[in-house]
């Protein structure tokens, strides 16, 4: 497959309930559309019905490809599409999520229309169970190319307000973006595969450090699947402050903050240090499956709110850019109170219960 306009990566792993739906959104555009689209679906070592799915949809539909390879991860699976691609422009989709009628064509029609972006910008439609509202970004469709802008989008992929505080839809996902091939190959850019969360907001960060001309687009053709009770984002995670610090080591390693004009993206930096400190809450300090005793947990979340860079952060983030939410929980970790956060935490999943 050579010569096509767009490569839609589909990185696999055990997800034998939705894949065939995805895939049917994608191969149910026109076959002109189909035409200038490869699709390459990475079965990351499923051990479900996944890959033979996908393996069922190629025999059929000759734009498509399917690799299998061991599992190693969503970032390694995305970096063997990258590799595998030979379209002008990449498009990751999660292989649990669908598109709309009419999706790939109009992400076609727009990287045509704008074929010197490095990255090209979308929105998106949010679904939970039959529930479904949008997912917005910008007030109005807008082209960068000033540093100062781009800036200020990269700031949003740590801390979305800081891009639209009227909206803080995360920006941080790769599947409401479209990239040009060029573009990433010359950049070196990859997915960190050491990195085993927040992979995504790292790749969009480091692109947007690179890319010269931004385009912003209003189209809506992506479904974004967001679970309820059994999502990977519920389910308790022991090592999630280790993971985390994985991420922060990395990215404080960058080149880009020897750069001037950093003041932003040091301030969005601690806007997201506060607001992933509060995601752990509910993921490994009080999660319900974590068996320790409530004074164990008290004692650990204590012990990191005073480990760099969480302390740094608790004590430099400006409060104002911060939501309200956060606002609490800053000045919670700012004098240590690990029975604070615990109290925190109880109201927040109380919210969150009310919401559900």
């Not at 997800?15 to 149910?28: F, P, W």
């Not at 781009?150 to 891009?163: S, T, V």
């Not at 996902?173 to 990433?184: E, N, S």
């Not at 601690?270 to 300090?285: D, G, P, Q, W």
């Amino acid at each position: 497959m050579s010569g096509k306009l767009l490569s839609i990566i589909i990185p696999v792993y055990n997800v034998e309930r939705y894949i065939a739906k995805c895939l049917r959104s994608i191969l149910a555009a026109n076959a002109e559309t189909l035409e200038s689209v490869e699709v390459i679906v990475v079965d990351d070592g499923s051990t479900d019905q996944s890959g033979r799915i996908a393996d069922a949809f190629a025999r059929k539909h000759h734009c498509m490809n399917v690799v299998h390879k061991k599992n190693a991860g969503v970032a390694a699976a995305r970096n063997t599409g990258i590799r595998s691609a030979s379209g002008e422009w990449l498009y990751f989709v999660d292989s649990d999520d669908w598109l709309g009628n009419g999706g790939v064509r109009d992400i076609c029609e727009e990287v045509r229309k704008n074929p010197k972006a490095d990255i090209l910008f979308m929105e998106a439609y949010q679904n939970v169970e039959h529930k479904q509202r949008e997912w917005v970004h910008f007030p109005a469709e807008m082209d960068m190319e000033d540093s100062e802008g781009i800036r200020r989008l990269q700031c949003g992929i740590l801390y979305a307000p800081f891009w639209r505080r009227s909206k803080n839809d995360p920006m941080a996902a790769p599947w409401d973006k479209v990239y040009r091939r060029d573009f990433v190959i010359e950049n070196r850019l990859q997915f960190c595969e050491h990195l085993k969360v927040l992979d995504d907001m790292v790749f969009n960060f480091e692109a947007l450090g690179a890319a010269q001309k931004v385009a912003c687009r209003k189209i809506k053709p992506y479904h974004y699947r967001r679970f309820v009770s059994d999502s990977i984002t519920n389910t308790y995670k022991p090592d999630r402050v280790s993971q985390d610090m994985a991420v922060w080591k990395y990215l404080f390693s960058l080149d880009l903050w020897n750069g001037k004009d950093t003041a932003a993206l040091r301030r969005a930096m601690m806007c997201r240090i506060v607001k992933s400190f509060s995601i752990c809450c509910r993921l490994c300090f009080f999660n319900a499956d974590n068996q320790k005793r409530l004074k164990e947990k008290v004692r650990y979340v204590k012990r990191v709110m005073k480990s760099e860079p969480y302390h740094t952060a608790f004590r430099t983030v400006r409060l104002s850019d911060l939501e309200w939410t956060l606002k609490i929980a800053a000045l919670a970790g700012r004098i240590s109170s690990g029975w604070s956060m615990y109290l925190l935490h109880v109201a927040w999943e109380a919210v969150r219960e009310r919401k559900a």
